[in-house]
């Protein structure tokens, strides 16, 4: 508004003659039947209610967001101890087997030549069968 | 244009009610100012299918920019500015019409028939040798009445900017159309 002001007469100095601003006015005409705008507010309306359930799911899905945040930490953790508790487990199931095996086979596997040493000659064969057939 | 005693009250109690969530409160500005955000758009981007994409995208964008909206302002201007925005960014995609193209855009459906056709493809013929903004301008001005400061604000330029976009544009036309003086 300042600049119309400070030069009030510049602008219509040089205005155009009224055919060329009909011409123009002619050319820019806008539809005249109230029937287009009527189907124009109605798709207008038709996109701001679907921006507006767009922003209402979009916010739906900004709380699922942060709820997602939170359960994947949530996952993570436990994940991760579940893998700790699951190492841990198979550490302490090896040794267990591991010690149940000398436990349980050494004494038996180390008699056996023992057995066998001090036995005779002859019989020596007949322990040696008897052992494998035991087993 | 922005002084709120001169604000309709029917304007200002339906911006109020759509800042505050009522769609159909939303709809009767729609209603309102649909034709003159339609003038803004048609003025840059010409043609009429534009026009009408640059208008339905300014509304959908100043109803999600409601909450940002001073109430105690004319809603029009404000909206104008946002149509004009979405008017330039169609026009930046779309990139250079082709004269032919502005040419048909021009020969609007909506024109009075009984008009010379001729006439009509002389204008149409200078419009298309005329800056886009320079087109713009003139047609906001002489044909809207917007002053050049508001369609500076709308176009994004300085007041003078336009004022001297409209007295080029006006030389080149009168040139270009001398001899349809009346």
Redesign the interface.
């Known amino acids: 508004?300042?600049?119309?002001l400070k030069?009030p007469e510049?602008?219509n100095r040089?205005?155009?003659?009224?055919?060329?601003?009909r011409?123009?006015?002619?050319?820019?005409?806008?539809?005249?039947a109230e029937a287009y705008?009527h189907g124009?507010?109605q798709?207008?309306?038709a996109?701001?209610?679907v921006?507006?359930f767009a922003?209402a799911d979009g916010q739906w899905w900004s709380v699922l967001g942060g709820w997602a945040q939170a359960g994947l930490v949530a996952a993570a953790a436990i994940f991760a101890l579940a893998g700790a508790l699951n190492q841990r487990f198979n550490a302490s199931e090896s040794q267990f087997v591991y010690e149940s095996v000398l436990q349980q086979n050494t004494p038996e596997v180390l008699s056996a030549p023992t057995d066998l040493l001090a036995a005779p000659e002859g019989s020596r064969s007949d322990a040696t069968l008897i052992y494998v057939l035991s087993h | 244009m922005n002084d709120p005693a001169r604000i309709p009250h029917e304007e200002r109690a339906l911006a109020e009610a759509a800042r505050a969530g009522d769609h159909d409160a939303f709809a009767g500005l729609v209603r309102l100012h649909q034709r003159r955000a339609y003038l803004v758009a048609r003025a840059i981007v010409t043609v009429h299918e534009d026009a009408e994409d640059a208008v339905q995208d300014g509304f959908v964008r100043a109803y999600q920019a409601l909450d940002r909206f001073d109430p105690r302002q004319a809603f029009g201007p404000w909206l104008n500015r946002i149509v004009a925005n979405a008017a330039l960014d169609l026009a930046r995609r779309r990139k250079v019409r082709s004269t032919e193209e502005l040419h048909d855009a021009l020969q609007s459906p909506f024109r009075d028939p009984g008009e010379d056709a001729e006439l009509r493809t002389r204008l149409a013929d200078a419009l298309a040798e005329l800056p886009e903004r320079a087109r713009s301008v003139i047609v906001m001005h002489d044909l809207e009445g917007f002053t050049h400061v508001e369609i500076g604000e709308m176009l994004g330029i300085p007041g003078g900017t336009a004022r001297s976009d409209l007295h080029h544009a006006r030389q080149k036309l009168r040139v270009l159309l001398k001899d349809l003086r009346g």
């Open positions: 508004m300042t600049d119309e030069f510049r602008s040089d205005a155009l003659a009224e055919p060329l601003v011409l123009l006015r002619d050319a820019y005409a806008p539809p005249g705008w124009l507010e798709r207008i309306l996109r701001t209610s921006a507006n922003t």
